[in-house]
């Protein structure tokens, strides 16, 4: 005799149970399940022992016509909705890996393709590096004068505006410093980048399926350098 605190208990399973096998395809069904303990129940209706346990719905022929679920508490619901969502994020997040995997291949088809990629890319940081060295000739070419004129104030303060210039130019001069140290951290991100690439691709080409490895470790981008004490 089921104690007063699963009396509500048994009778949400049932009203449960009910609603399912309305649901079901037309005609009287046959439950049949097995119990805990091992003792195999057949009935007309959902089997009030078996509301922990699946329980298979059978036509009169014996054929299966459908399959009762168990009856989870509130707290089971929740833990399994939960669990639930973890498997279906995981499937999102394996999809996406063998999605860029196959990318990552397309894009290159060999080992010669991704040293191309690699050469394309550090080109670029290093014609930046360029730029910022002729830069920094160009300022050194204005401050010659800006100097010889401040010889002539030798002991004294400098005008204002002689002193604006060449404190204009000491500041240009440290950002192109900082640009070209930007650049050699990128230069280092991007070879980094291109290795890890370059490991996964062989492991790719040779056979692994796509989204069967761990992923690349997100090389962080080169963040600009405070202007150095020279």
Known sequence: MPGPRLLPLAAGVLAAAAAFAEDAAPGKGIYTCTTPDGRK??????????????????????SQRATLPPFLSPEERAAKEAADRRAAAERVAQQDAMRRDRTLMLRYPNEAAHERARHAAMDDANKAMKLSERRIQ?????????????EFYKGRPLPAKLKQAMDANDASIEAQHVLIDNQKAELVRLNARFDAELARLKKLWAGAPPGSLPPIAETPAATPSPAPKR
Not at 47 to 58: D, F, G, K, N, Y
Not at 138 to 150: G, I, N, T
Request: proline share 9%.
């Open 138 to 150: 160009d300022l050194a070419a204005e401050r010659k004068p800006l100097l010889e004129e401040a």
């Open 41 to 62: 129940l057949t009935g007309d209706r959902p089997i009030p022992e078996c509301t922990s346990r699946e329980q298979r719905v059978l036509n009169a022929d014996g």
